[in-house]
């Protein structure tokens, strides 16, 4: 197999378009030649702040896939590197529409569709890579990417109605990142993307589990009214897409199943004959994402004062 000899730097999200991205790098460059930081909307701005102080001229690429900087003044230092530095590839590939304002500079891409499809952010990179810088396609890895793009976008339930790209994500929760990444470019190698003995065993266990765990805690949600709409909540660490489908379907009359983690806070519309706009909905609590998926983060401060409250 053919690498290219450059070095890269990725800033990519921490979830599996996220750790696409990384796959799709790892195709085209060596190992050792790329240097990968998985980020959260909490702190894209501070690492890509922190990288962008220490810069040297030991970078070929700069990519930041999957996710984007909120502050203006972050993205306006980038502009300038992209357009100072001849030698050095700056690329931002997004799709989320909060992050559509970024569109205004010239290092930047965020699409939301493309041909009249959602598309995912390692979707975008892909395209981005072979048709824009010419790397060579490879058939088996876009396989892959249609499954991850399908499940990031929902279009595995919603328009094409098949499980194998949310079975996909459920693997990317059960192996540890590492061996995960290396069980997919094993398959890619091999040619085969199918799944082996192993992540049939691993999924019909996760089953089992998810079941169990998800009816416990559609059992004990709770129905509020929240900026007018009509909400079921639900307090969940694991399964986040999945029970918001449960919530649903327990509550249909609920606009919006919100599940509340330990530091973040999930917001799905599975009905998406509504019209409501998670993005907006969001923004009043720090948070942003898709017409019908987004999250909020739960500061410290808040945190701190639940606390409070439960052993005042």
């Not at 700056?90 to 569709?113: G, P």
């Not at 290396?182 to 992540?199: A, E, H, P």
């Not at 199943?257 to 609590?285: E, H």
Request: aromatic share 16%.
């Amino acid at each position: 197999m053919f690498f290219f000899n450059k070095k890269v730097r990725l800033f990519t999200h921490n979830d599996l378009d996220g750790y696409a991205n990384y796959i799709i790098l790892r195709n085209y460059f060596r190992k050792e030649d790329i240097y990968v930081e998985y980020c959260t909307p909490d702190n894209i701005d501070d690492r890509i702040e922190h990288f962008m102080n220490s810069i040297n001229t030991n970078v070929d690429y700069v990519f930041i896939t999957d996710i984007a900087m909120r502050k203006e003044s972050i993205a306006e230092k980038l502009e300038i590197c992209n357009i100072l530095f001849d030698d050095v590839i700056v690329k931002l590939e997004d799709h989320h529409k909060a992050s559509t304002y970024l569109n205004k500079y010239s290092f930047a891409n965020v699409e939301i569709e493309r041909n009249g499809e959602l598309i995912c952010g390692s979707m975008l990179f892909y395209k981005y890579l072979t048709n824009n810088l010419h790397f060579p396609k490879i058939k088996i890895l876009e396989e892959w990417l249609k499954l991850v793009n399908d499940y990031d976008t929902w279009l595995w339930e919603d328009k094409y109605h098949y499980d194998l790209p949310k079975y996909w994500n459920e693997l990317f929760f059960l192996y540890e990142r590492n061996m995960f990444v290396d069980n997919v470019l094993y398959k890619i190698k091999k040619g085969n993307i199918n799944f082996d003995k192993t992540d049939k065993i691993l999924l019909e266990i996760e089953h089992g589990k998810q079941d169990k765990y998800i009816k416990t805690r559609v059992k004990n949600a709770i129905l509020k009214e929240i900026q007018g709409y009509k909400c079921v909540i639900a307090f969940g660490e694991q399964y986040i897409n999945e029970l918001s489908t449960e919530l649903y379907k327990a509550y249909p009359n609920s606009e919006i199943q919100i599940v509340i983690t330990g530091k973040n806070i999930s917001y799905r519309v599975r009905n998406k004959n509504l019209n409501i706009d998670l993005n907006n909905f969001t923004q009043k609590y720090g948070g942003g994402g898709h017409e019908y998926a987004a999250g909020s983060s739960i500061s410290e401060e808040v945190r701190n004062k639940y606390l409070d409250l439960l052993f005042n």
